[in-house]
């Protein structure tokens, strides 16, 4: 198998992290393979913010929770009601994936650059998990205050955040794969 099939069939959402930091040249190329990913008319109407700030995750995560705790969906409301919740899963580095407003495809674009951070953080032997939920951060009323501490230029929005790092545990197995999603039309 060559490698970058073998990335993508062993690439896992990963959710216990060790606490070393990222090698800044893999964090680079991470980076890079994100850049690299493919851009609807190449507009690349996307931006990167790596968050590597441990007190400031702390305090993201302490907003998620108290957004989740008090939210109306019964899954996100007990996943928040665990004293070990962690939106990123304790990663030392996170990620945010924002894409302009008003750009039709942007966050489609942020999904394979997404994508292509996952299978090359596989590629140099890190873990990662895509996240959606932190999306409560951002939408609600502290969402602005935070996209403006992140840096995140004016008019543009959360597509999702990677947790990325070295992985606690080692890799979960893979889990089984429904090839009944496949058809064929010859």
């Known amino acids: 198998m060559n490698e970058v099939l073998q990335a993508v069939q062993s690439r896992r ?28 008319r190449n507009q690349q109407k996307w931006h990167f913010t790596v968050i590597q700030d441990a007190a400031l995750l702390r305090r993201m995560v302490a907003t ?43 966050d489609f674009d942020c999904a394979a650059a997404a994508e292509n951070i996952a299978l090359a953080a596989t590629s140099l032997g890190l873990a990662s998990c895509i996240i959606g939920s932190s999306g409560a951060l951002f939408a609600s009323h502290e969402g602005p205050a935070y996209l403006k501490e992140l840096g995140v230029p004016d ?28 058809n064929y039309v010859r």
């Open 155 to 182: 008019g543009y929005h959360h597509v999702c955040t990677i947790a990325l790092g070295y992985a606690e545990g080692g890799i979960p197995p893979t889990p089984p794969r429904n090839r009944d999603v496949i």
């Open 13 to 40: 959402s990963v959710r216990c992290y060790k606490p070393a930091q990222v090698a800044a040249a893999d964090l680079e190329a991470i980076l890079d393979a994100g850049l690299g990913a493919p851009s609807a």
């Open 64 to 106: 998620i929770k108290a957004i989740a705790l008090k939210s109306d969906n019964e899954f996100m409301a007990r996943m928040a009601a665990d004293p070990n919740f962690n939106t990123f899963y304790a990663a030392p580095t996170v990620i945010l994936l924002s894409a302009a407003d008003q750009t039709q495809w942007a």
